[in-house]
């Protein structure tokens, strides 16, 4: 099999645009650091520096149920956060996420530069939510805007000061970085980021990381008789790739691998059936599936996990051209299935379900597929969650929504019942690519499903992935979403 080395990208590869804040433990406040004080009503602050006035300002405060109290002191600024917990834990820890990020504003407004979290009340997760709020809030994607070093946010370091374990600390700026890498790779213009330079950047990614990477070219593509992948790319002058980046420490826990598969379309003009309006726009993020998997498979190997799991990203674009599909052809998918292209729109799951298919040789314990598949999961749960389907155990299924409630990525199950199956059935093929107008995420899921012979889950991230207006701390442009539910998921298995 032939493997191209995209040596020459590879210079362009992991240059980080932005300023990643790293998370620090420190047994004191750092002296010339602002500081949040993370406060219940039953906390004291006689250790923090505050005069007797200042403690019973703050207490007063506190006990009149302000949510955030700020204090200048000598050119450092002091802001009490305070926590509730005594509620829903999945909802405070969002709030204290959110609230972190309505008080980034106040330090970039202050040009602050240092800034200390500080636990009065002995809760590491809440310190935790502050911190990775905070952190994921700095985010900035400047690479081609002039006066950069205006626009730079203020903010530089970020301790925490409280009692919180290394391992959790590692693993959130591990998981900060790789939401920070999704969202450098989804913003970059589909002009740039071609199928062959996001190849190149999940190499750069795995050699970073000490992943075993393989990235197949176009002839190695066709030598595998992977139709759905070429066919969507017969419009496109740009060559397909086929990403495969595994992690298999000696250690790993499981015996059968843990696979995701990430949609990479690089940019989505809908080919023939050409998007029209504003549908367009934004089609730079179709490739957010896949950056997702990437990172989330290279934090797994940053933070030492002991899984064996595996990234398959197929990428192409999806352009009009006197070569490209048209709906009508009939395509033969890498497991002989044929497919009648009836949308050319559609393309997502034809390159989706090739991946599908060589997932099966790694006879793997559970796939997970992530993708911007369908406008149809955008309008049923808009930009608030993840339109999911699934056929693999209850307790997975149940494991992973626990895990998107914690992180704030909420996945909502909807049905594969085999009604929504009669759908996509062709008249001159084995299936076609669409059914009907109805339930188009589930029409989605079920074509997926067709090409899966273990348990699956499919994750629709089509409204969250990128944001159009600013979103708290989850930015504007590439959210980065998928990594922190993917990561929770695997860090606790
Ligand atoms: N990439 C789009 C889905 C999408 C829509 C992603 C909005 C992000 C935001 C996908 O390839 C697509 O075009 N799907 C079509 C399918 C239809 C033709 C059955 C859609 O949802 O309109
Ligand atoms: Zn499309
Ligand atoms: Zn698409």
Same mark, same amino acid.
């Given at each position: 099999m032939i493997i191209v080395q995209l040596i020459f990208f590879t210079y362009f590869c992991s240059k980080l645009y932005f300023i990643m804040v790293r998370i620090k433990i420190c047994k004191d406040i750092p002296e010339d650091s602002s500081v949040v004080l993370l406060a219940t009503r039953e906390s004291c602050f006689d250790n923090y520096g505050l005069s007797d006035d200042e403690a019973s300002y703050v207490k007063a405060q506190i006990d009149a149920k302000s949510a955030c109290i700020s204090l200048n002191k000598n050119g450092r600024c002091f802001f009490v956060q305070t926590v509730d917990t005594t509620g829903d834990i999945d909802k405070e820890i969002e709030k204290i996420r959110c609230n972190a990020f309505k008080l980034h504003q106040n330090v970039t407004q202050q040009k602050i530069k240092s800034l200390a979290i500080v636990d009065t009340a002995d809760f590491p997760d809440f310190l935790c939510a502050f911190a990775e709020g905070m952190a994921l809030s700095n985010y900035q994607f400047l690479k081609y805007t002039g006066k950069k070093e205006e626009k730079k946010f203020s903010l530089r370091e970020l301790t925490i000061v409280g009692n919180v374990d290394q391992t959790a600390i590692d693993r959130l700026n591990v998981a900060i970085e790789a939401v $920070?890498?999704?969202r450098d790779l989804v913003n970059e213009p589909g002009s740039i980021m071609t199928s062959a330079r996001l190849a190149a950047e999940f190499e750069a990614m795995g050699k970073e990381a000490g992943l075993d990477v393989q990235v197949f070219d176009k002839t190695a593509i066709e030598e595998m008789k992977m139709g759905g992948l070429l066919a969507v790319n017969r419009g496109s002058v740009e060559f397909p790739t086929f990403t495969v980046l595994e992690w298999k420490p000696a250690e790993a826990k499981n015996e059968r691998p843990i696979i995701l598969v990430g949609k990479g379309l690089t940019y989505d003009t809908g080919g023939n059936n050409l998007k029209? #309006?504003?549908?367009?726009?934004?089609?730079?993020?179709d490739m957010a599936g896949g950056a997702a998997? =990437? =990172?989330t498979v290279q934090a797994i190997a940053k933070a030492k996990i002991p899984l064996h799991v595996i990234a398959l990203i197929p990428s192409t674009d999806n352009r009009i051209s006197a070569n =490209?599909?048209?709906p009508g052809d009939v395509i033969t998918m890498y497991d002989g299935t044929t497919v009648e292209v009836a949308n050319t729109d559609a393309e997502g799951r034809l390159i989706l379900a090739d991946a599908l298919v060589f997932a099966k040789k790694y006879n793997p314990e559970l796939v997970i597929t992530m993708a911007t598949l369908t406008g149809a999961a955008s309008r049923a749960v #808009?930009?608030?969650g993840i339109a999911t389907m699934g056929k693999a155990s209850q307790e997975t299924m149940e494991r992973l929504k626990k895990c998107g409630e914690?992180?704030?990525e909420r996945i909502v199950e909807f049905p594969l019942w085999e009604e929504y199956g009669e759908e996509l059935e062709s008249d001159v093929a084995d299936l076609k690519n669409i059914g009907s107008e109805n339930a188009g995420m589930i029409t989605a899921g079920k074509f997926l499903e067709h090409f899966t012979s273990y348990p699956f889950i499919h994750l629709d991230i089509a409204g969250v992935a990128f944001a159009k207006s600013a979103n708290g701390y989850r930015g504007k442009g590439g959210t #980065?979403? #998928?990594v922190r539910l993917l990561l929770k998921f695997? $860090?606790?298995k």
């Amino acid at each position: 099999m032939i493997i191209v080395q995209l040596i020459f990208f590879t210079y362009f590869c992991s240059k980080l645009y932005f300023i990643m804040v790293r998370i620090k433990i420190c047994k004191d406040i750092p002296e010339d650091s602002s500081v949040v004080l993370l406060a219940t009503r039953e906390s004291c602050f006689d250790n923090y520096g505050l005069s007797d006035d200042e403690a019973s300002y703050v207490k007063a405060q506190i006990d009149a149920k302000s949510a955030c109290i700020s204090l200048n002191k000598n050119g450092r600024c002091f802001f009490v956060q305070t926590v509730d917990t005594t509620g829903d834990i999945d909802k405070e820890i969002e709030k204290i996420r959110c609230n972190a990020f309505k008080l980034h504003q106040n330090v970039t407004q202050q040009k602050i530069k240092s800034l200390a979290i500080v636990d009065t009340a002995d809760f590491p997760d809440f310190l935790c939510a502050f911190a990775e709020g905070m952190a994921l809030s700095n985010y900035q994607f400047l690479k081609y805007t002039g006066k950069k070093e205006e626009k730079k946010f203020s903010l530089r370091e970020l301790t925490i000061v409280g009692n919180v374990d290394q391992t959790a600390i590692d693993r959130l700026n591990v998981a900060i970085e790789a939401v $920070y890498k999704t969202r450098d790779l989804v913003n970059e213009p589909g002009s740039i980021m071609t199928s062959a330079r996001l190849a190149a950047e999940f190499e750069a990614m795995g050699k970073e990381a000490g992943l075993d990477v393989q990235v197949f070219d176009k002839t190695a593509i066709e030598e595998m008789k992977m139709g759905g992948l070429l066919a969507v790319n017969r419009g496109s002058v740009e060559f397909p790739t086929f990403t495969v980046l595994e992690w298999k420490p000696a250690e790993a826990k499981n015996e059968r691998p843990i696979i995701l598969v990430g949609k990479g379309l690089t940019y989505d003009t809908g080919g023939n059936n050409l998007k029209t #309006g504003d549908y367009m726009n934004d089609m730079k993020s179709d490739m957010a599936g896949g950056a997702a998997v =990437a =990172a989330t498979v290279q934090a797994i190997a940053k933070a030492k996990i002991p899984l064996h799991v595996i990234a398959l990203i197929p990428s192409t674009d999806n352009r009009i051209s006197a070569n =490209a599909i048209s709906p009508g052809d009939v395509i033969t998918m890498y497991d002989g299935t044929t497919v009648e292209v009836a949308n050319t729109d559609a393309e997502g799951r034809l390159i989706l379900a090739d991946a599908l298919v060589f997932a099966k040789k790694y006879n793997p314990e559970l796939v997970i597929t992530m993708a911007t598949l369908t406008g149809a999961a955008s309008r049923a749960v #808009g930009d608030k969650g993840i339109a999911t389907m699934g056929k693999a155990s209850q307790e997975t299924m149940e494991r992973l929504k626990k895990c998107g409630e914690y992180v704030r990525e909420r996945i909502v199950e909807f049905p594969l019942w085999e009604e929504y199956g009669e759908e996509l059935e062709s008249d001159v093929a084995d299936l076609k690519n669409i059914g009907s107008e109805n339930a188009g995420m589930i029409t989605a899921g079920k074509f997926l499903e067709h090409f899966t012979s273990y348990p699956f889950i499919h994750l629709d991230i089509a409204g969250v992935a990128f944001a159009k207006s600013a979103n708290g701390y989850r930015g504007k442009g590439g959210t #980065g979403v #998928g990594v922190r539910l993917l990561l929770k998921f695997l $860090y606790e298995k």
